[in-house]
Each structure stands twice: as structure tokens, then as C-alpha cells.
């Protein structure tokens, strides 16, 4: 599980913009807080897609956020999710061909290059259920496949490079909408 904590600075000078706003001030923070976990949420997409050769659709599918409200002014993202089957990383070829000699290579982190998949019986592209997959056959029959999976999202989420990015970014924009809702609210 991931958890990193978005700190505010300039607490002082927030409180008292906060008074100035009375009982509007839990909405105030409450709006600011779910437009900062919103940025969060894509901040965290993009910054995998920078690491990764993944695919968007399974990050998004795999990240949830829990809004704040007045009463709760906390708000989570959080990610769940198995292993992405390797057909949603950066693969070479990309389509079926059951007449293709030359081994798979997939793709995985964008600074690691392709890899090239080996072994016996050898991977390939397969079309099952109308999903691309990367698979190998478990027997020499030709039997049940046995699909191929890099990393899950929370892992590449974990990354060092991924996490303080979002921090980052979500700690401004944090700043910025409770700036933006301070002066709506006290117009």
C-alpha cells in the first residue's frame, strides 16, 4: 500500500483566510481537497505512462478516488489491481501470426529496452475472447495457453520516480484551488 501525505505550507496565513470565511471554510477546503485529489489521480497516470510503455485504460481502471466532504475533509486515491497481461506493454510485432518464426520481444520499462522472450515452448500473440494476449503453451499439445504479465499499477505506482512527482504536483495544486476557493468564497 502506498501512502504519501500532501503537507500545506504557510499554515498561519491560511488559518486566518480560513476565518475570514466562517462556516463556508469546510467547503472551501473540502472542494479544494477533491480537485487536488483529482490531479493526483491523473498526475499518477501520467507519470507511470513516463516510466512505463503501459497503456493507459488499465491505470484509470485500476485507480479509485474516496472524496472528501465536509465533515471528512481527507481525501484518498488508491490503486488496485493484478499483474497487466504483457499485451498492454510496448510489444514487437503487435498482431498474430501463426507462421511467425522470429521470438517476442515486449517492452516494460521505456530506460530498459525490449526483451526478447525465450524459452520452449516460445511465447507468441494470440487472439483469445476477442483480447490480444502474450502467451506460451503449457504442453506440447495445443492445449490450454498460459498467459504472460509484467508488473501490476500499484507496483509501478511505488516507483521512487513516480510517487515524488505526484507529491509534487499535488501539493501545488493543493495551494492553488484553496487560493481559488478562499477568494470565490469571500467575494
Known amino acids: 500500500m502506498i501512502h504519501a501525505e500532501i503537507k500545506v505550507t504557510g499554515t498561519n496565513e491560511l488559518k486566518k483566510k480560513l476565518k475570514m470565511l466562517g462556516d463556508k471554510a469546510p467547503t472551501a477546503m473540502c472542494r479544494a ?4 485529489a483529482k490531479k493526483a489521480r491523473t498526475e499518477m497516470d501520467r507519470k507511470v505512462r513516463e516510466e512505463y510503455t503501459v497503456k493507459q485504460g488499465p491505470i484509470l481502471s485500476s485507480l479509485k478516488i474516496d472524496r472528501a466532504n465536509s465533515q471528512s475533509l481527507k481525501a484518498t486515491v488508491h490503486s488496485e489491481g493484478k499483474a497487466i497481461q504483457l499485451a498492454q506493454f510496448k510489444t514487437s510485432p503487435t498482431k498474430a501470426s501463426p507462421k511467425r518464426k522470429k521470438p517476442i520481444a515486449v517492452s516494460v520499462k521505456k530506460s530498459g529496452g525490449r526483451k526478447q522472450l525465450s524459452g520452449d515452448p516460445k511465447a507468441f500473440i494470440a487472439t483469445v475472447k476477442g483480447e490480444k494476449i502474450v502467451a506460451e503453451r503449457t504442453s506440447t499439445q495445443r492445449g490450454p495457453l498460459k498467459g504472460l504479465f509484467g508488473p501490476a499499477v500499484p507496483s509501478m505506482i511505488k516507483n521512487e520516480d513516480v510517487i515524488s512527482g505526484v507529491k509534487d504536483e499535488t501539493e501545488k495544486r493543493l495551494a492553488e484551488r484553496l ?9
Open 33 to 36: 481537497i477533491n480537485d487536488a
Open 179 to 187: 487560493d481559488h476557493y478562499i477568494q470565490y468564497y469571500t467575494k
